[in-house]
């Protein structure tokens, strides 16, 4: 055990270190690799039955020390919950801590009643009772805790889970697909301990402010994890579950892999990269072939942002390089699978379609209430009011929206109950973002725009939520309210 201020000396040590023997140093995987439990319901028919307990546990992240979680149907994050399209989801949710919480489906067409958003709280030891079918294709979906005003803090504590979505149409690719096998769940979060172990959750007001950022990298809820593969061509389920953090991921040893999959499914044809950038919220679904027997680590390389945050010094960059998790494919069984070329055909909104544009423009309040807490984030100048609804949209329509960010810091702008398609971008759409997104990152002074088809759900007492997926931000009031009548 070392003292903080040996952990410091520590960390001056390290920063005077040649970069080559710090990373060497932080090189240690030697966790293993663990996928949440797949979870796939009773199923009778076309009707399946999940039975969620949102649970507190104490887990084991940290060497000799336990860490106060949250999670569903375990310790800590959820079950991973995987239905096909076409299926009508059965969802009886009791909540077993001792705090009022929401389990709301990130990325699911379905109706507001059932979003599980903050206008459906689950108080304790109450059941939440909903149902929902599942009309969009096969895609690595989401579903956290949305509690008004604690998002943040409960989603940093476990209640985040993956729900994978299958359809007749990605089964005949050929993907990878045999769960914790070839087919791998690779949930990202960034997280800060205490010395007793616990998670340290908003240390200052920085933090408040850019968002939870933590010096810590988790997958799956492990801490420097190796995978032993046991096919040459994996299938990665990436998703950024961290709070705040925008990642840029890469394999040490820069080998090319294949995106397949954004947000809301998989992409028209797979892409061919190096690295890729999964801001909060985003998921994308990568081939990797280890048919070499080696053992590359996916890690994080900081990117110096030259925003214009000017005077803001202190907001400054924080980033570093981080390592994820490493791969050992030397026991890794040829695969006979292959990397397909044309995935999907996707059904895009039509322009000719558009009825209605809107503008949102992201904004940060500069004041007291930056450092000292409430409601600094806004969207088009008005902070989250859950008795107000912001915009109405038609069911069934077709709209573009422009999404504007006035402020200093970069915003991944998620909005419920659609996947949309990025239209135009400083820069041009490229990679992942080519596919149907549910979450986008709008950079300081940059303009996004979006079209979506919204589904025919309607209900004009019940709202959904569009917001910034820097959980910190959502909580402090850049959230809006929409319903679609
Ligand atoms: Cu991932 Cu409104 O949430
Ligand atoms: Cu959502
Ligand atoms: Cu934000």
């Not at 003292?3 to 080559?20: C, E, M, S, W």
């Not at 310790?75 to 969802?91: C, E, M, R, S, Y």
């Not at 990298?217 to 998703?239: E, H, Q, T």
Request: with cysteine; charged share 20%.
């Amino acid at each position: 055990m070392i003292n903080r201020r040996q952990f410091i000396q520590a960390g001056v040590i390290l920063a005077t270190l040649p970069k080559q023997l710090v990373l060497a140093s932080a090189r240690l995987f030697t966790n293993r690799f663990q996928v949440p439990n797949l979870e796939v319901g009773k199923r009778v028919g076309k009707d399946v039955y999940f039975d969620l307990s949102i649970q507190a546990g104490k887990t084991n992240i940290i060497a000799n020390k336990l860490t106060p979680t949250l999670g569903i149907n375990q310790g800590f994050l959820g079950v991973t919950l995987q239905a096909n399209k076409g299926d009508t989801v059965h969802i009886k949710a009791k909540n077993n801590i001792n705090k009022t919480t929401t389990l709301h489906w990130h990325g699911v067409k379905l109706p507001a009643k059932a979003d599980g958003g903050p206008h459906q709280p689950i108080l304790p030891g109450k059941i939440w009772k909903t149902q929902f079918d599942i009309v969009q294709p096969a895609a690595t979906l989401w579903y956290h805790s949305h509690q008004l005003h604690k998002t943040a803090e409960q989603v940093y504590h476990g209640l985040a889970g993956l729900f994978i979505v299958n359809d007749d149409t990605s089964k005949k690719l050929n993907l990878p697909s045999e769960y914790g096998v070839d087919d791998l769940p690779v949930i990202i979060q960034d997280r800060d301990f205490k010395r007793d172990g616990s998670f340290s959750y908003l240390g200052s007001m920085m933090d408040s402010m850019r968002g939870m950022k933590g010096n810590t990298i988790l997958v799956n809820g492990v801490v420097n994890p190796i995978l032993k593969a046991k096919k040459s061509l994996l299938r990665l389920r990436l998703l950024n579950g961290s709070n705040a953090r925008t990642y840029h991921l890469n394999f040490d040893d820069n080998r090319p892999f294949t995106i397949i999959g954004s947000d809301g499914g998989l992409l028209e044809k797979s892409i061919k990269v190096n690295t890729v950038r999964l801001a909060s919220a985003e998921r994308v679904e990568i081939l990797v072939d280890v048919s070499d027997g080696g053992h590359p680590i996916l890690q994080h390389t900081a990117v110096q942002v030259s925003s214009g945050m000017g005077g803001m010094g202190m907001m400054g960059n924080s980033d570093k390089d981080m390592d994820i998790f490493q791969i050992d494919a030397r026991q890794a069984a040829k695969s006979n699978l292959s990397i397909p070329t044309h995935l999907v055909q996707h059904n895009n909104p039509e322009q000719s379609a558009v009825s209605k544009q809107r503008k949102l423009i992201l904004q940060m309040k500069m004041g007291p209430s930056m450092m000292f807490g409430g409601d600094t984030f806004s969207i088009n100048g008005k902070t989250m009011d859950i008795n107000r609804i912001d915009e109405v949209v038609k069911a069934g329509s077709t709209e573009i929206w422009h999404l504007e960010n006035t402020s200093m810091m970069a915003h991944p702008l998620h909005i419920h109950n659609v996947q949309f398609k990025v239209i135009a971008r400083k820069g041009g759409v490229k990679g992942h973002e080519l596919g149907f997104k549910d979450v986008v990152l709008v950079h300081p002074q940059e303009r996004v725009s979006v079209i979506m088809k919204f589904p025919k759900f309607s209900d004009a007492k019940t709202p959904y939520m569009y917001h910034c997926h820097i959980l910190e931000h959502e909580d402090r009031g850049m959230m809006g309210q929409f319903t679609v009548v």
